[in-house]
């Protein structure tokens, strides 16, 4: 209780600069093929990075890992193709809670894509990933219509 009252009394009193770490937090990565449709939901992995400091993100398995407590902007971007009448649903989850759902389905038109956002308070070493339904599949190709993306927006104290 005492660190969590020092982090609010020196935040009002403009003394933010002593508590941060300078450390900058980004994050956006991509996929290039197809994915699924799987017999299990997995977190969903990546193949492509544009910007990964200090690797908080894995790409094997799609998991971003807080390095710092702070706040967090989120995006997700996903692609539904031609021939593929039951579009992705993928969910942003943060520590085995969902936040988010995005899904594109079902539209008579061919191809669609979907996004969603957020930003969201997160302890550094909390991980966030997106979740991928069992029975779906993802569209993309080398246009990286897949995407995730993220940023620390800034630091703050959590008990």
Same mark, same amino acid.
């Not at 209780?1 to 009252?5: L, N, T, V, W």
């Not at 710092?68 to 997700?76: L, Q």
């Not at 996903?78 to 009448?85: L, M, V």
């Not at 969910?91 to 988010?100: A, G, I, P």
């Given at each position: 209780?005492?660190?969590?009252?020092v $982090?609010v009394?020196?935040?009002?009193?403009?003394?933010?600069?002593?508590?941060?770490?300078?450390?900058?937090v980004?994050?956006?990565?991509?996929? =290039?093929?197809?994915?699924?449709?799987?017999?299990?939901?997995?977190?969903?992995?990546?193949?492509?990075?544009?910007?990964?400091?200090?690797? $908080?993100?894995?790409?094997?398995?799609?998991? *971003?890992?807080?390095p710092?407590?702070?706040?967090?902007?989120?995006?997700?971007?996903?692609?539904?193709? =031609?021939?593929?009448? !039951?579009?992705p649903?993928?969910?942003?989850?943060?520590?085995?809670?969902?936040?988010?759902?995005?899904?594109? $389905?079902? !539209?008579?038109?061919?191809?669609?894509?979907?996004?969603?956002?957020?930003?969201?308070?997160?302890?550094?070493?909390?991980?966030?990933?997106?979740?991928?339904?069992?029975?779906?599949?993802?569209?993309?190709?080398?246009?990286? =219509?897949?995407? *995730?993306?993220?940023?620390?927006?800034?630091?703050a $104290? *959590? =008990?």
């Open positions: 209780m005492m660190k969590y009252f $982090c009394v020196l935040l009002a009193i403009g003394a933010s600069a002593k508590l941060s770490t300078g450390k900058g980004a994050f956006s990565v991509a996929r =290039e093929t197809n994915f699924g449709p799987l017999e299990q939901p997995t977190s969903l992995p990546f193949e492509v990075t544009f910007a990964n400091t200090d690797n $908080c993100i894995d790409l094997a398995s799609g998991i *971003f890992t807080a710092v407590s702070g706040y967090y902007y989120f995006n997700v971007n996903i692609h539904r193709g =031609e021939g593929n009448p !039951d579009g649903i993928v969910r942003m989850v943060v520590e085995s809670d969902m936040k988010l759902r995005s899904h594109e $389905c079902c !539209d008579s038109d061919g191809t669609d894509s979907a996004s969603n956002s957020l930003v969201f308070p997160m302890k550094a070493g909390h991980k966030a990933w997106l979740h991928f339904d069992e029975g779906r599949t993802l569209t993309s190709t080398a246009d990286r =219509e897949v995407t *995730f993306n993220g940023f620390l927006v800034h630091e $104290c *959590f =008990e």
